[in-house]
């Protein structure tokens, strides 16, 4: 699988919450998925993991929705390889980046 496309600009989709991996127990406990709805967590298995996603907007969003430390240092490499999966783009709609069943072909020139 090979990610295509490009970042939108001034899209900040992915900027605008926070995704952590959480115990699918979570899932199955009535009390506990009350307590995170009302903290507004969403909690969904993806790719056999459960992910709860948080409404938590990045401290480097601007309000244009650009980045605030884009080309910078300080900007975190996980910003700049995400996403890694069709599946992280579950969450945002109209992503500048998709994927392709194909991957890099590397030729094999022997020995």
């Known amino acids: 699988m090979r990610r295509i496309g490009e970042c939108l600009p001034n899209c900040g ?31 969904a298995m993806v790719d056999e993991r459960c ?7 990045c401290g480097a969003l601007r309000e244009d929705k650009s980045c605030g430390v884009y080309g910078t240092p300080s900007r975190p ?4 390889i995400w996403p890694q999966s069709r599946a992280a783009l579950a969450a945002v709609n109209s992503c500048g980046y998709s994927f392709t069943d ?3 072909e590397v030729e094999d020139y022997g020995g």
């Open 13 to 43: 989709k992915c900027c605008e919450f926070m995704e952590l991996e959480v115990n699918p127990a979570y899932l199955a406990a009535p009390d506990v998925m009350q307590w995170i709805g009302l903290h507004g967590v969403r909690l």
């Open 51 to 57: 992910i709860a996603t948080l409404p938590i907007p």
């Open 77 to 80: 490499e996980m910003c700049s």
């Open 102 to 104: 194909e991957t890099d």
